[in-house]
């Protein structure tokens, strides 16, 4: 164990594929680079060439707009000519207008009956509680508990502040 494993050894012929495998790759790797490049210029140019084009059309519209302002100021600016009265004769009169056509008068609406004067409350249907007969009768186990809980309470209160 004390002697360590001798390295391996490329031959010659080994050397030789691996420099050619080398080169291969590395011509690669420039072709793929060079074509790399070349997409990205191609983004870049679209890119700039898209960008022109927005700054064109928005420079139309202004310019569109610019002159549409240039007419309508001109329009104002000149003076109107009166009508003379060659041109009022010339113009047709007017049409009467058409008289709108009768409508039925609206039908009366029923008014509905006035409130009442007072209110009249209906009284509250008074929980009655059941008598013992009809508590034993109809009860269960859960349901005796719970009315005993309550009468002792009741009986615990009122000790408590009836003396």
Do not use: G, H
Not at 13 to 29: D, G, M, W, Y
Not at 31 to 36: R, V
Not at 76 to 91: F, I, Q, S, V, Y
């Amino acid at each position: 164990m004390d002697n360590p494993k001798p390295k391996r050894q490329l031959t010659p012929e080994q050397l030789e594929k691996l420099a050619k495998a080398r080169e291969k790759a590395n011509e690669t790797r420039r072709k793929n680079y060079q074509i790399k490049k070349f997409a990205k210029e191609n983004i870049k140019l679209e890119k700039e060439e898209r960008k022109k084009e927005k700054e064109e059309k928005q420079e139309q519209a202004y310019e569109a707009v610019i002159q549409i302002k240039k007419e309508r100021e001109k329009i104002k600016t000149e003076p109107r000519p009166e009508p003379t009265k060659e041109d009022k004769k010339e113009l047709p009169p007017e049409p009467e207008p058409e008289p709108e056509p009768q409508r039925p008068p609206p039908k009366e609406t029923i008014n509905p009956p006035p409130p009442p004067k007072e209110f009249i409350k209906k009284p509250k249907a008074v929980k009655r509680e059941p008598t013992e007969q009809e508590l034993y009768s109809n009860a269960s186990v859960a349901m005796l508990r719970q009315k005993l809980y309550e009468q002792t309470r009741k009986r615990l209160v009122n000790e408590l502040f009836n003396y």
